[in-house]
């Protein structure tokens, strides 16, 4: 049981046949591609998986194949809009656009996973996220909505956050970082995943952070091109968060960003990006690892990560404590 955690061992109700010595076997193969060093993720996996996603927005009959690490083939239904019964009186689920499902290699040979699946070698799936709505208005009940919708409040409190920032003294610091390091790699694109919508759920709770790593991505795009000696549009900025809104993609269009749908900002980090992520909902460092050596990533300390082994992702473990959150 050397590389399975304890608290992962626990013993949870699941249908009989999953007992520990099967799920090593079941297992094996994976472990095996692991120490091989066969990537869990690839950029032509991706690619194909955009292009399939895109076709499936027009198509009559919108299906997804997906091949996994060991030859299984699985094919999903494309069902956005679907609605189910709601969970309240009146209220209907409404099905969301397909959303990418990043399974590691810790999540497949994840013992406490299989108890609950069973095995599986797809390292990529596809799932509906649901919205409850009322039945007949179609409107969303209010814990579905943001709390604010109005553009020119969002764009005021964005542009507060943004100058808050720039006279922060974490910013001098950036500024003073960039500016005066030696041998500063090319950067010719920030690639920014999972910086979440700008638009607050609550009034009480609402902490900016959103706009503040928003404001971090612009900052890094004209420091770095200053320091360049181009022009920050020589810079490209991306972000990538399936929760931005209409709201969000308007506010950060008027700042030259572009927003691009999952998984099509993975594919773009590259050797000359600075990648950017902060609490992500997927597993960013791992897909990261597999893909590509960025020139840069900057993320929030981590809890401990339970499903690190010894491999790849030991690059990315040892430069996390090594500098502050800032890689290079
Ligand atoms: C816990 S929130 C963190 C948001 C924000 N970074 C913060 O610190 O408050 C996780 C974010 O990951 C986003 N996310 C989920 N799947 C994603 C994907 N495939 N690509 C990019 N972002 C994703 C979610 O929409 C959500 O905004």
């Known amino acids: 049981m050397s590389d399975v955690q304890e608290s992962d061992c626990e013993d949870i109700h699941c249908p009989p046949g999953r007992d520990y010595n099967t799920f090593m076997q079941e297992t094996a193969g994976i472990r095996q591609l692991y120490e091989a060093g066969v990537p869990f993720f690839t950029k032509e996996q991706l690619q194909d998986l955009s292009r399939q996603l895109k076709q499936a927005e027009t198509s009559d009959k919108p299906e997804i194949l997906i ?168 810079v490209q900025c991306y972000v990538q968060d399936p929760a931005y809104t209409e709201v969000d993609k308007s506010i950060l269009k008027t700042y030259d960003i572009t927003i691009l749908e999952d998984p099509d900002a993975f594919v773009e980090i590259d050797g000359s990006t600075i990648v950017l992520t902060f609490a992500p909902d997927v597993p960013v460092r791992q897909i990261v690892a597999d893909i590509a050596r960025p020139a840069m990533m900057i993320w929030n300390t981590c809890e401990e990560e339970r499903w690190v082994h010894n491999g790849r992702e030991q690059f990315i473990l040892e430069t996390r404590n090594s500098s502050q959150c800032m890689h290079t």
């Open 67 to 234: 091949k996994g690490l060991e030859g299984t083939e699985e094919t999903f239904e494309v069902k956005t809009g679907v609605t189910r019964a709601g969970s309240e009186p009146g209220t209907e689920w409404v099905l969301k656009a397909p959303a990418i499902e990043y399974r590691t290699f810790g999540f497949l040979t994840s013992y406490r996973a299989y108890q609950m699946d069973g095995f599986s070698d797809l390292s990529l799936r596809v799932l509906h996220y649901m919205e409850l709505r009322d039945e007949v208005t179609k409107e969303l009940l209010p814990r579905f909505r943001y709390v604010v919708d109005s553009v020119d409040i969002i764009t005021n409190s964005f542009t507060s956050c943004i100058q808050a920032w720039e006279a922060s003294e974490s910013y001098a610091q950036l500024q003073k970082t960039v500016e005066s390091r030696e041998n500063f790699p090319l950067i010719t694109k920030i690639v920014a995943l999972a910086l979440g919508s700008m638009q607050p759920r609550s009034l009480d709770n609402w902490d900016h952070r959103s706009e503040y790593q928003h404001a971090l991505a612009l900052t890094l795009r004209d420091i770095v091109g200053k320091r360049q000696g181009e022009t920050s549009g020589n």
